[in-house]
Structures are given as C-alpha cells and as structure tokens.
C-alpha cells in the first residue's frame, strides 16, 4: 500500500507565504513523476507544477516566479514553496505521485487527500 499526505496549507494574507510539503510512504520501490494540483471552489483540478524523474519541472503561467516545487528523494517528499500569494491560489491543493513497487512492476498515480489553502485580507 501506498501513502500520500500532504501538509502545510492555511491562511495567508495576500503577498504572504506558504510551503506545502507531501510526503509518501508504504510499499514504494521508486516514485518518478511527482506534481501538485489545485481545485478551487466550483472549479476542475488543474495541474500547478509538475516535478519530472530527470529533475526537470513545469509551472503554470499563473504561478511561475512565485511558486517552486522540489523534491527530497531520500525522503520521498516533495514541497511546494508559495510565494506572493493571490487570493485566486485559494483551493484545495493535492499532490500526485507515480510510484513503482517493485523493480519490474507498472507506474500507478497515488493522490493525497488535499490540504486547503485560503488568500484573503
């Protein structure tokens, strides 16, 4: 079994600062594409940032410059660094992992089960 958590989400004042963490345990031999999502209210989930296995990573217009991803493998965690934030950030942020159990098994997509965060005055 696989698990996904993520922490670090609240309130911020906008321009203020967040940093999101996920972490993921259980029965992982390798994780390789790792990304942070959002869903805010009445809204889809989108893609925020996307961080590869050959330690490349994408970021939506909206948010390049103010957030970064990264990644400890040692630790099989990934954060999120949020920076002058909006109130459009505000959503519920989930983080998505593509994990391997074994040497020669399939790549199946874990979801955590989101952490809110809110920007407002």
């Known amino acids: 079994q696989v698990r996904v958590v993520e922490s670090g989400g609240g309130w911020a004042q906008p321009g203020g600062s967040l940093r999101l963490s996920c972490a993921v345990s259980?029965?992982?031999?390798?994780?390789?594409?790792m990304g942070w999502y959002r869903q805010g209210p009445g809204e889809d989930r989108d893609v925020v940032a996307i961080?590869?296995?050959?330690?490349?990573?994408n970021y939506i217009d909206s948010v390049k410059g103010r957030f970064t991803i990264t990644r400890d493998n040692a630790k099989n965690t990934m954060y999120l660094e949020m920076r002058n934030l909006k109130p459009e950030d505000t959503a519920v942020y989930y983080c998505?992992?593509?994990?391997?159990?074994?040497?020669?098994?399939?790549?199946?997509?874990?979801w955590g089960q989101g952490t809110q965060v809110a920007v407002s005055s």
């Open positions: 998505n992992a593509e994990v391997a159990k074994g040497d020669s098994g399939p790549r199946l997509d874990y």
């Open positions: 961080s590869r296995a050959d330690g490349s990573t």
């Open positions: 259980g029965s992982v031999f390798k994780i390789y594409g």
